[in-house]
């Protein structure tokens, strides 16, 4: 049986005659093609497009979200108490933790062995930021800088997501690590 949603979208007489809609839509594309193509032929920068990751650009828009890091305790240790509740949220099924027993610690008993974050996969929706119950897993808005030519180096392993210290998520006082893994490329 054929169903009416309440979000059924409506077309007037021009979009039910087609073809209309379809020729202005090759103009708006055409119009941008060829716009993009004039600036750069005339030595202007037209299209957004940049060739990654040989080329990294830094305009990013201020709302881009940036990249993950995984906050400390006071003592150094890890805050995440390896719940998975951001890898289950995770629509991309970026983040994966395996769990070790903290023995040392009863009150939080659970820590993780590794936890990697594929940055082939991650779409950076900060759904997991959200999800965390222990503020354990923040985004920071510096430019995802993860160019790579090897599916393995686009994994933020957890090294490289606990000591990464950027300089626009001062909210949390870090505690001086050795050398940071992170390669940063300017
Ligand atoms: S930002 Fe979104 S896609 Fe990326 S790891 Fe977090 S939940 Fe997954
Ligand atoms: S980062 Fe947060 S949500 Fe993810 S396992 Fe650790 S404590 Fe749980």
Known sequence: MKRDYWNKPTMGLWERLYIFEVIRGLCITG???????????????????????????????P?????????????????CV??????????????????AANLDDPMHP??????EIDYSRCIFCGFCVEACPEDALRMAAEVPDFPGFDRDDMRGR???????????????????????????HS
């Open 31 to 61: 119009g941008v093609f060829f716009g993009n193509m004039w600036k750069w032929l005339t030595g202007r920068r037209g299209a957004l497009t940049a060739c990654y990751p040989e080329e990294i650009r830094s305009d990013y828009s």
């Open 110 to 115: 659970k820590s993780p062995e590794r936890f």
């Open 63 to 79: 709302a881009n979200r940036g990249r993950h890091l995984l906050t400390q305790r006071a003592g150094g240790g890890v805050q």
């Open 158 to 184: 957890l090294d490289l997501l606990l000591h990464w210290r950027p300089a626009s998520d001062p909210a949390k006082a870090y505690a001086a690590t050795p050398a940071a893994t992170l390669e940063v």
């Open 82 to 99: 390896s719940c998975h509740m951001c890898a289950t949220v995770c629509p991309a099924y970026a983040i994966e933790i395996l769990s």
